[in-house]
């Protein structure tokens, strides 16, 4: 998204455009040289000269000039969709800020924070930012906009009497009606929270003024806001006219280029269309989803690559500068590589020791593991086949457990394995659609039996268990509504994509439960990875690769 399209960094643009002049330093070449590259719509040279300004302004010892290369490098990574590295760019500039005259400045920082807070869902502590922002705010329609995203943020938090007390108090200031813009959104957000805070509240009048206002100003951004509040608020009443709302929604979002619009919009067509055209929504959602995740990492690496290019030249000049240094630093490299070797040693050593106790813990692990996925989700999964199968007879569920029984009798065995008349491909699908039910919509997409010629029994077993812990969580766990795994294959490797919009996992450098763990230790003994990542829309994605032989 560029940065022209996005009202929030606009603001910040224009704020900072407005004082680049009066602020500018006349002997520091790289800082102008930043903000040609900037205004010009090239924003990872300007990322790179805002980074080269913000040493000199250091060397220097100005600390208003390297706060502000900060503030403006945030901004492009918050254009790029780096929230993590916005923030963490904007807290270093709040450092060199503190002492600064001119509170536009800081003004901007704490807004800037704000909306990566808001990015990222965290709405409490967006609230915060917010508040700040209003403080060292100056401008009174700055402020009834600032504190219009303070009441979003309020609704998002489900703070509704909250949030309408301030959409209301707004409505009936003069800048309500100084900007039709500004009028059209608090008229909108105060109707939809309303709403949110009632579902009989009758807000369709409302909801629709704001939409004619938007359409009569153009203004497409307002548009796009208005068809995913009345596709939320027809969904329960008025189904067509939800869905009208959310494909009015997606053709705008396409045309602003908003690729979380477009995202939302297909999640709405996804429950509200029929399953042949669900399908495809949710196809075409997961391919844009793709898309904009690699686009957003590739956007992170450049930019983390700019970055430490950028140190490294600082320290190969410091380098430069200090010989003796440079020395004292050889040394001590040798020195802690020495003392790193010793304790490495005795490290070893001590490992060897433990060696035996380790292979006894390993083999009470393994048959831990396969107790786990044999009779603990076995069971799991045949409950879960008669629940969601009223039609299940009693022959098949007999014949399931007497299954179990058999092999829970071969757990000990070193080459036990699970032996079956299906294709892999077939027992897989039947498997992970056996979840289906009429709250959990499954999509298995592009399984078929050519990508696992070749694959091992052993590993397409592996394999099984590890995408049943992962419907098993599902179920227990996520409530998820929608869940989909991709397999794709390639000369190098097999993989597999999990994608849920359950709720997710708070802290995934966290994760300690033993289903998770299972998976993890068992991805590793096929020489495997596996990663757990958050959804952006809510939810949970697994990506597991399986080198192919």
């Given at each position: 998204m560029k940065l022209t399209k996005n009202y929030y960094l606009i603001v910040l643009f224009i704020i900072l455009s407005c004082s680049k002049k009066e602020h500018i330093n006349p002997t520091n070449p790289n800082y102008e040289k930043a903000w040609y590259f900037f205004e010009n719509g090239n924003e990872p040279e300007a990322f790179k000269y805002f980074n080269i300004a913000k040493n000199d302004f250091l060397q220097d010892k100005d600390s208003i000039g390297a706060g502000k290369s900060l503030m403006n490098s945030s901004i492009i990574l918050l254009n790029a969709g780096d929230y993590f590295g916005s923030e963490e760019s904007n807290i270093q500039a709040l450092k060199y800020l503190k002492n600064a005259d001119d509170h536009e400045y800081v003004f901007s920082v704490y807004n800037s924070i704000a909306i990566s807070r808001k990015k990222l869902q965290d709405y409490k502590s967006a609230l915060a930012w917010y508040e700040k922002a209003l403080s060292a705010s100056k401008d009174s329609l700055e402020k009834t906009k600032i504190r219009n995203n303070i009441a979003v943020a309020l609704s998002k938090s489900k703070e509704y009497d909250q949030a309408i007390a301030v959409l209301e108090d707004?409505?009936?200031?003069?800048?309500?009606?100084?900007?039709?813009?500004?009028?059209?959104?608090?008229?909108?957000?105060?109707?939809?929270?309303?709403?949110?805070?009632?579902?009989?509240?009758?807000?369709?009048?409302?909801?629709?003024?704001?939409?004619?206002?938007?359409?009569?100003?153009?203004?497409?951004?307002?548009?796009?806001?208005?068809?995913?509040?009345?596709?939320?608020?027809?969904?329960?009443?008025?189904?067509?006219?939800?869905?009208?709302?959310?494909?009015?929604?997606?053709?705008?979002?396409?045309?602003?280029?908003?690729?979380?619009?477009?995202?939302?919009?297909?999640?709405?067509?996804?429950?509200?269309?029929?399953?042949?055209?669900?399908?495809?929504?949710?196809?075409?959602?997961?391919?844009?989803?793709?898309?904009?995740?690699?686009?957003?990492?590739?956007?992170?690496?450049?930019?983390?690559?700019?970055?430490?290019?950028?140190?490294?030249?600082?320290?190969?000049?410091?380098?430069?500068?200090?010989?003796?240094?440079?020395?004292?630093?050889?040394?001590?490299?040798?020195?802690?590589?020495?003392?790193?070797?010793?304790?490495?040693?005795?490290?070893?050593?001590?490992?060897?020791?433990?060696?035996?106790?380790?292979?006894?813990?390993?083999?009470?692990?393994?048959?831990?593991?396969?107790?786990?996925?044999?009779?603990?989700?076995?069971?799991?999964?045949?409950?879960?086949?008669?629940?969601?199968?009223?039609?299940?007879?009693?022959?098949?569920?007999?014949?399931?457990?007497?299954?179990?029984?058999?092999?829970?009798?071969?757990?000990?065995?070193?080459?036990?394995?699970?032996?079956?008349?299906?294709?892999?491909?077939?027992?897989?699908?039947?498997?992970?659609?056996?979840?289906?039910?009429?709250?959990?919509?499954?999509?298995?997409?592009?399984?078929?039996?050519?990508?696992?010629?070749?694959?091992?029994?052993?590993?397409?077993?592996?394999?099984?268990?590890?995408?049943?812990?992962?419907?098993?969580?599902?179920?227990?766990?996520?409530?998820?509504?929608?869940?989909?795994v991709k397999i794709e294959r390639s000369e190098k490797e097999v993989l597999l994509k999990y994608t849920d919009n359950g709720i997710g996992i708070e802290d995934l450098e966290k994760i300690s439960a033993s289903g998770i763990r299972n998976m993890e230790n068992r991805i590793e003994t096929i020489g495997g990875t596996v990663i757990f990542d958050k959804n952006p829309k809510g939810g949970l994605i697994i990506t597991i690769s399986v080198p192919t032989p």
């Open positions: 707004l409505s009936n200031q003069p800048e309500y009606h100084q900007d039709l813009n500004t009028q059209s959104k608090i008229r909108d957000n105060l109707a939809f929270t309303k709403f949110l805070q009632n579902p009989n509240y009758h807000a369709e009048p409302e909801l629709k003024q704001a939409l004619s206002i938007r359409e009569k100003e153009n203004d497409l951004w307002g548009q796009n806001a208005s068809h995913a509040h009345l596709s939320d608020y027809f969904h329960e009443k008025d189904p067509p006219q939800s869905l009208f709302h959310a494909e009015k929604m997606l053709e705008i979002a396409s045309e602003l280029g908003s690729a979380d619009d477009q995202l939302e919009a297909l999640q709405k067509l996804v429950t509200l269309e029929s399953s042949d055209h669900s399908k495809k929504y949710f196809l075409q959602y997961q391919k844009l989803n793709d898309s904009l995740q690699t686009a957003r990492a590739k956007a992170k690496n450049q930019f983390a690559l700019i970055r430490y290019e950028t140190e490294k030249e600082k320290a190969e000049n410091a380098r430069k500068q200090n010989h003796i240094l440079k020395q004292n630093i050889a040394i001590g490299v040798l020195t802690i590589s020495l003392f790193g070797g010793f304790i490495g040693y005795k490290r070893r050593q001590k490992g060897l020791k433990q060696e035996k106790e380790i292979e006894v813990k390993n083999t009470q692990l393994k048959y831990s593991r396969r107790v786990h996925d044999i009779i603990a989700n076995g069971l799991y999964h045949a409950m879960v086949e008669i629940q969601n199968n009223q039609e299940l007879n009693k022959e098949i569920i007999l014949n399931r457990i007497e299954k179990m029984y058999e092999d829970s009798r071969d757990i000990a065995r070193d080459d036990f394995m699970e032996l079956t008349e299906k294709d892999f491909a077939a027992r897989l699908s039947e498997m992970l659609y056996s979840y289906q039910s009429s709250d959990q919509k499954v999509f298995v997409v592009e399984n078929d039996q050519e990508k696992w010629n070749g694959i091992s029994a052993a590993v397409q077993s592996e394999i099984y268990y590890i995408l049943r812990e992962a419907m098993v969580n599902m179920v227990k766990h996520s409530h998820a509504s929608l869940t989909s």
